[in-house]
């Protein structure tokens, strides 16, 4: 389908502040737009309803991706090319290289952004629980200043998100120094490329002399929004990775993800293969 | 006859240069002045009766072009085999997405909205969805009985033999929709008036097929209507029957508005509305001897056809005549039948019905061998059919097939004996989370109209001559990626003792070339090449008469240029005719069903992942027997891409079905495979000539299609020992079945 | 709104929310490039935007202002085919030559990040670009060819 754009607009931002200006001004009518990757896909199945836009690609202020002694940040602008690109991130955070590879595929990796991905907020995003088990932060910001909060605690329902209607993404970080820790990453997408994904599986595990220290474990697509498994986390934290806290954390699990039956997947699949998934975590 | 310079070699395709430069015309990159674009506007309700139609506030309806059924000029019906479709329902719907109103205006996105704005009113009747319901008349939804067809083909006594045997094997099997999913949607380009007649462009396999729907639907004479096919992105059966319906609504919205109308599907509406493959269920019985010998076969076949007839009939024979394989059996029976439901009409889709039959069969027969404790290869080996043996519908093989032969060749290059015992040792061993099977399919797929089918089609193709010395093959045939242009250039070069570049091949335009036929069936090389090859020699025939033969390509083309100085015109043509001895009763439905057979054997390597239950193929075997390779790389392209459609159509491709819709209607929730996806596709090509095609020439478009699904479920049997008995194996299937045999 | 196509300068109305794709198509009269699907699947409509294979359809017009675009019909360069594009016809990488314009931008981009590309990065280069008619075979050949013409 086509759609027919005379009720629709788009205006560009020059800079952070511009923008700010603009979303604060009438709070709610603007919505950001970066790559487009998700919204273009809506505009043109006749799914969106929102009507005006603004586009913040050219935004300096949002782009690139710095590290410091302690620290990675991430520009809301930031393309998955862009985190495949940077040595850090590579080196580091091999959870959000695995992510940023098997999304979509290269023209989509060169458009799709890290803010968009966040605002879009699919249950079924690759990159969030790769962000949720780095521990990552969001910073907003608005004209009313900046804040920053856990990434974790950005997602409060399907589709509802920690985001005032006048406040955009800038920026996320994540704290360095997990590289010694055991770690995951498994998308099951419908194929290998241009796929959603049934099912996400993100985990990393600090484990010494056999006991875990530490551990994060997050999901996509098994529940309204992306999720920590904090009962499976409880169930292994400070636990020897022994036979019975691995079935333990298993069963825990169950209560931690809450799938549907989709267009994609099936309720039961997506339930049996979350705990398969934390079982090959765990062997 | 010239000797061969073209034939066997993998000369350049010649759409090539225009294709890799993007200067390939394709429907959607046409425009003419005043130019208008059109939409369907389709029914949301499966079954019903139409009530009203109301038009949405806010626009302005008077800038568009409105038409339904009452603007039909002539007959309100899509001529195929019955006349059961129509153009634009107008009493009552059939099927969801039926179309109902057309619309045409100039701004392609404002039509959009106004395609959203109308609203038909429909008084819902109880649907149908199943085969089981179906058959059942829950309810009655067309005809009598929901029946479109049936047949009942056989030989020997089939229940005597099942009655008497010890070892009796039982199995259903079940294939799903397939979306052909040409990467071009459908479109077409009209203009139409009372006096001029009736002039389509657009993507189509079948120009006559469309040139007869659209003389009906107008009622004009057939010289007033006018078919040119353009650059076709695909087709694979797709784009068989389907191109007469768009074609006839584009060219009802330039009728009506006195402008040239372009329709342009978007892919949400194609995978939705238009044909799919037929969906199928196979009841097996069969009895078998303690040594394997195949005692009895008794076949039923079902395939849902969807609202209307369209091509079921076809289909249905075809599946039903390869339903029993590349076997002797003496007893065989074969009920097939097509029945209507309510979603949109099932149509061509490469193979034509003997995918599904296949399936079922060769899934059936690794059930066989392991009731009688054989291994698949050596089961089928007791079994295959040789020369002089007859098939099930009484066809006495004439071919000097080695199914044998074939069969070994595929076991080594895919080291599948000393596979099959690996995997299961490993697999017995039950470490690690990955489980690796190795399975095997044989078949054989006739080419060419079934039966008595190519002698109703009558082809002709013509060649003619031009005042420079070169020369022009007019057929119907249609480039649709498979390489028609450069094979008919290839074979006419060697017939004509010319060069590849001395020959071109017209653009199928009904004003310009005769009715060879349409692109279907596998028969394009083989019947019509072989009309080319023909023409040719006839053409040859015409210069040489009187004087002495012609040696070299300079003198030919001489020759050529001289006789066109003198009497004009240089024109050749040749016609169908069927080969010596073959014979076909239509009212008993025997005998020698197919001029020729290709024959094959595919086996698959599959890895079994535990974790998420994915099914990854890891290597593919095809080697088959093809009378002659007309072109190197187009024949291996073939292959490859048939395969390739068939591993998604065994793994990956599931039309997810809502109140008779399809639901899954968009590229990234209905799933092809990618270039991530497939493994390396090894393929092999033994030749024994057939004299019925040119050069030696079988055909082969939709033999890859029948053999990948069966070999994949077989060799998954083998990773996890799941009987498979339905596709797609999705990876939620297989995590059922294995939840299943746990239990 | 003004972008450099295929090496010359083009102004181009219209909504700033209209396809790069249709952009190209319709007002450029550049009918090379394809559409397939509309949603960003199936890499039909991929074109080089400052540098990066995109897909047109999810480009809206207003971010490809000021950018440098190369579509198929750039690719060649002073009546050459580009090796890309002779490879495509040297080993049979288009059948029906729809997903061909795509395909062959894609490949392009691929070479130019990975000028000796393993199977796995071609695999994973082309992943965004569905055909089916070839299975990809001929395409991976004709891509393995290209490298090949390019160091000789």
Known sequence: MRTWLAPYQMRSAATLEEALTTLSREPGRWRPFAGGTDLMVLLEAGRLPHQHFLDIWPLRELQGITASADVVDIGALATYTDLLQDAVVAAEFPLVCDAARQTGAVAIQNR??????IANASPAADLPPALLVYDAEVELASVRGRRRIPYERFHTGYKQMELAPDELIVRVSMRRGRRS???????VGTRRAQAISKICFAAAADVQDGVVRDVRIALGSV????????????????????????RGAAAALEADVAPIDDVRSTAAYRRLVARNLLEEFLA | MAKERSIGRAIPRRDGRAKVTGQARYVDDLTMPGMLHGVTVRSTVPRGLIRGISYGDGLPWGEFTIVTAADIPGRNVVALILEDQPYLADVQVNHAEEPILLLAHHDRHLLEEARRRVHVEIEPLEPVFTIDDSLAARPVVWGPDNVFKSYLVGRGDVDAALASAAIVVEGEYETGAQEQLYIEPNGMLAVADPSAGVTVWGSMQCPYYVHKALAELFGLPVEKIRVVQMETGGGFGGKEEYPSVIAGHAALLAWKSGRPVKMIYDRAEDMAATTKRHPSRTRHRTAVAADGRLLAMDIDFVIDGGAYCTLSPVVLSRGTIHASGPYYCPNVRVRGRAVATNVPPHGAFRGFGAPQS????????????????LEPDEFRRRNFIRPGQVSAVGQVMRDQVDMSGILSRALELSSFQEKRRRFSDENQRAGGRRRRGIGLATFMHGAGFTGSGEDHLASIVAVEGTADGRVRVLSASTEIGQGTNTIFAQIAADALGLAVDDVDVAQPDTAVVPNSGPTVASRTCMVVGKLVENACANLRAMLESGTQLLETRAEVSEAIRSHVRQHGTLRASAQYQ???GVRWDDEKYEGDAYGSYAWAAYVAEVTVDLTTFEVKVDDFVAVQEVGRVIHPVLATGQIEGGVAQAIGWALYEDVVWREGRMVNAQMTNYIMPTSADLPTIRVFFEEVPYAGGPGGAKGIGELPMDGPAPAIANAVGHAVGADVRRIPLTPEAVARLLEAALV | MTAVVNGETAEIEGHPMMRLLDALRVTLHLTG???GCGEGECGACAVRMNGRLVNSCLVPLLQADGATITTIEGLASAGDLHRVQQAFIDYGGAQCGICTPGMILAAADLLDRHPDPSMEEIREGLAGNL???TGYMRIFEAVVGAVKAGRS
């Open chain 1, 112 to 117: 799709g952004t890290v803010g968009g991905n």
């Open chain 1, 181 to 187: 820790w055991r770690q995951t990453y498994r998308k």
């Open chain 1, 223 to 246: 529940a309204p929004t992306v999720i920590r498994a904090r009962g499976a986390e409880a169930a292994l934290h400070g636990q020897p990775l022994a036979d019975g806290v691995r």
């Open chain 2, 358 to 373: 296949i399936f079922a069969l060769e899934r059936h027969m690794d059930r066989v061998a392991a009731a009688v404790g």
């Open chain 2, 578 to 580: 069927p080969p010596q």
């Open chain 3, 33 to 35: 490039t394809k559409e």
């Open chain 3, 131 to 133: 055909c089916r008619c």
